[in-house]
């Protein structure tokens, strides 16, 4: 039997094995969802009313949204017509508060691609095996995340309305979530007429909030709680990144085969494994 018999053969059975999770439950979908952001604001809104909620709203709010932030993976996987508004309500429950529309992680799917997995082309790659002190500056910059979402919404956004140059700079280097400083998507990027929206509406939310926080309308403590979660989240994001890949590539593509080979279960520590 050929190597690529046996590739091909075992594809077909790793296929098999999870064919009962590649079909998606609305339901399910919209109660983990609906789920998530009810305990993520809930427990916001209790953090700004009494500071003896703040512990509380700082665990139990950044687990709920991670969760919910995780919803992107699914989100950048969807096919036309698969569960009709989800991404939207995304958008309005999660994507658009924490300043991250879901265009900006669609970039995802060139991180399967056999053309771009492990390479300088995969935004969700880096060689931390051969360069283990890469760890330590991505978690970093994990942390720095939120407050480049911040400068991103409202200053570089607001700025590319004026200035078409920015506007090209922000398009290509600004659309995506990507821990690879040399990922390009291509002078194809494009936002749609929904991308744009979303975009214009966490600059707005972001301007409004800071806005109505000065002006004493909010507390300044629901925009704390609101970064600090963001920036936890993101953090316990970038922890699970790390662990999600052997990252052994030298910067060559990788076929299906030697992609399965160099990802990782995480299956330590029971509770944390299901927190996670």
Request: proline residues 5%; glycine residues 6%; aromatic residues 10%.
């Amino acid at each position: 039997m050929s190597l690529e018999q046996t590739i091909g053969e075992d594809q077909i059975n790793v296929h098999q094995i999870v064919e009962d999770l590649r079909a998606h439950n609305a339901q399910r979908y919209w109660a983990d969802l609906l789920g998530c952001a009810t305990v993520f604001w809930g427990v916001v809104l209790l953090g700004c009313q009494d500071l003896h909620w703040i512990p509380v709203a700082l665990t139990v709010g950044t687990l709920s949204l991670y969760r919910m932030a995780l919803f992107t993976h699914e989100i950048s996987h969807f096919k036309t017509g698969v569960l009709p508004g989800f991404e939207a309500a995304w958008n309005i429950l999660c994507g658009i508060p924490v300043l991250l529309p879901s265009f900006m992680l669609k970039s995802h799917v060139d991180h399967h691609a056999r053309r771009s997995y492990g390479t300088p082309a995969d935004p969700e790659y880096l060689p931390f095996s051969s360069h283990p002190q890469l760890r330590k500056h991505f978690l970093l910059g994990a942390v720095l995340v939120p407050v480049a979402l911040v400068i991103r919404s409202l200053v570089m956004v607001p700025l590319a309305w004026v200035i078409p140059r920015r506007r090209a700079h922000l398009y290509e280097c600004m659309t995506f979530m990507s821990m690879n400083r040399a990922y390009r998507p291509g002078p194809a990027q494009r936002l749609t007429l929904a991308d744009t929206v979303t975009e214009v509406s966490a600059s707005l939310w972001g301007w409004g909030l800071l806005v109505a926080s000065a002006a004493g309308v909010v507390t300044w403590r629901f925009a704390v709680l609101l970064l600090a979660c963001a920036t936890f989240a993101n953090l316990i994001n970038g922890w699970r990144t790390l662990q999600a890949h052997r990252y052994i590539s030298q910067g060559q593509p990788m076929d299906a085969r030697a992609q399965l080979l160099d990802s990782t279960t995480f299956c330590a520590y029971w509770l944390w494994g299901e927190l996670l």
